[in-house]
């Protein structure tokens, strides 16, 4: 069983920035496909952005491209996700998942991010 814990979450302003973790149990972590989702309260839950097992290939949702970054160290078995640029409507609780093909299989407890204006 994977288990993926988040953390870097907080309460900024707008405009501000934020660089969220998640730390993996699994020593085969580069062999799953990592991904960051949030969901706003009354919402559901959302993709936000993703990375192949190598970090050679990412994809974001439209509302975070530009602002935010996906990032992994193998290494440290370690996925990242760096947001600047913060706005209200990114308020949310963040989850990491990994996934081995399709399914996202494994999920974090959510870390929560806080953007005041």
């Known amino acids: 069983q994977v288990q993926l814990v988040e953390s870097g979450g907080g309460s900024v302003q707008v405009g501000g920035s934020l660089r969220l973790s998640c730390v993996s149990t699994?020593?085969?972590?580069?062999?799953?496909?990592m991904g960051w989702f949030r969901q706003a309260p009354g919402k559901e839950r959302e993709f936000v952005a993703s990375?192949?097992?190598?970090?050679?290939?990412?994809y974001y949702a439209d509302s975070v491209k530009g602002r935010f970054t996906i990032s992994r160290d193998n290494a440290k078995v370690t996925v990242y996700l760096q947001m600047i640029s913060l706005k209200p409507e990114d308020t949310a609780v963040y989850y990491c998942?990994?996934?081995?093909?399709?399914?996202?299989?494994?999920w974090g407890q959510g870390t929560q991010v806080t953007v005041s204006s």
């Open positions: 990375i192949s097992r190598s970090g050679g290939i990412t």
């Open positions: 998942a990994a996934r081995m093909f399709t399914r996202w299989d494994y």
């Open positions: 699994d020593r085969i972590f580069g062999t799953y496909f």
